[in-house]
């Protein structure tokens, strides 16, 4: 009796008898062309060892993502910064706004150390608005026909302050940890401007089963999920100038423009000498190619007759 006359007498409700129910299966027992007989749980056998080992290898890739993604980080996503293309360059009033936010939050913190005052000239601010800016600044400096140190009012030449006299003391007040200095952060970093941005705006409440300990906070793109930095970025954080709302967005895409502008200030001027150099370039090319077409046509075009006769 086949499977199912058997399914169908017990959805009927009828007796089973005994031969139809302890009848064998059929044997999996199979002849190849030339008379040889193997059993079919041999390939069976050998489906279900390849469908265990892709699950085996599927799981242990997850588990390895996992923990990849635990120590390193997640992955930040691409951001479309206006100033990436081929011929665009920075937006001025956010450098502007982006260092407003650098002085007001980031600079009690974190030092610019290879910026000085002088490059937000003709930049950000004017000449007048960078000096009045250095001034309210003191600078050690000395020694002087005494041989003894002084304060004076800051300059143009003058780098940005830094927050703290050494590492040690920057370490002792942020609880062991060691602010970076900021001036190249956007090129220091793995997908640098796009990974600052995340960080900044990416503080998340721990998800359970995960437990920070006291003095860290939690956010998914540091490496570890554990960062030293608090939230910083908060809407309203700081009163822009030009009376743009200062979200938490804002402020974070204004501070890596600033940062990107510190860690790159050139590039304006190379994307401007680039495409200077590719007109030129063309202008060769063509000329070349006339002269080519010009001088060269004449002999390439030329027939030679061999007179065997004379």
């Known amino acids: 009796m086949s499977g199912g006359n058997i399914v ?53 890739s997850t588990v ?9 980080g997640l992955e930040a996503p691409n951001y479309p910064w206006p100033h990436k293309g081929i011929l665009s360059s920075y937006d001025h009033a956010s450098i502007r706004r982006g260092h407003q936010v650098y002085t007001q939050v980031c600079a009690s913190c974190h030092s610019m150390s290879l910026v000085s005052y002088r490059d937000l000239v003709g930049v950000a601010y004017t000449e007048e608005e960078v000096k009045a ?16 140190m002084f304060t004076r009012p800051g300059k143009l030449s003058d780098r940005f302050p830094q927050p703290y006299a ?12 060691y602010p970076p200095d900021l001036s190249l952060i956007t090129k220091a970093r793995h997908n640098g401007q796009n ?34 930095m608090p939230k910083m970025l908060n809407d309203g954080a700081v009163e ?8 938490e967005s804002q402020m974070g895409k204004d501070v890596i423009t600033f940062l990107a502008w510190a860690a790159e200030p050139e590039m ?5 000498m680039g495409f200077k150099w590719i007109f030129v370039l063309s202008l060769a090319l063509l000329q070349a ?16 007759v061999l007179d065997v006769v004379n």
Not at 209 to 225: A, D, K, Q, S
Not at 291 to 296: M, P, S
């Open 8 to 60: 169908r007498q017990l959805l009927r409700g009828s007796p089973l008898s005994q031969s139809s129910v302890l009848r064998p299966l059929p044997s999996l027992i199979l002849k190849d062309q030339d008379g040889y007989e193997f059993s079919g749980l041999q390939s069976m056998r050998g489906v279900l060892l390849l469908g265990a080992g892709v699950s085996g290898f599927l799981g242990f």
């Open 64 to 72: 390895a993502f996992a923990a990849d993604e635990a120590e390193h």
């Open 133 to 148: 800016m250095a001034a309210e600044i003191e600078v050690v400096d000395g020694p002087n026909d005494e041989g003894e």
């Open 166 to 177: 050494n590492e040690q003391a920057a370490r002792f007040a942020n609880g062991g940890a």
């Open 195 to 228: 990974y600052v941005f995340t960080l900044l705006t990416g503080y998340r409440d721990p998800p359970a089963g995960v437990t920070i300990r006291e003095g860290l906070h939690y956010n998914p793109y540091f490496p570890g999920g554990a960062i030293a």
């Open 240 to 247: 822009y100038e030009d009376g743009t709302p200062a979200t």
């Open 268 to 272: 304006e001027e190379r994307k401007l």
């Open 289 to 304: 190619a006339y002269y080519r077409r010009l001088k060269w046509s004449v002999l390439k075009s030329r027939k030679l």
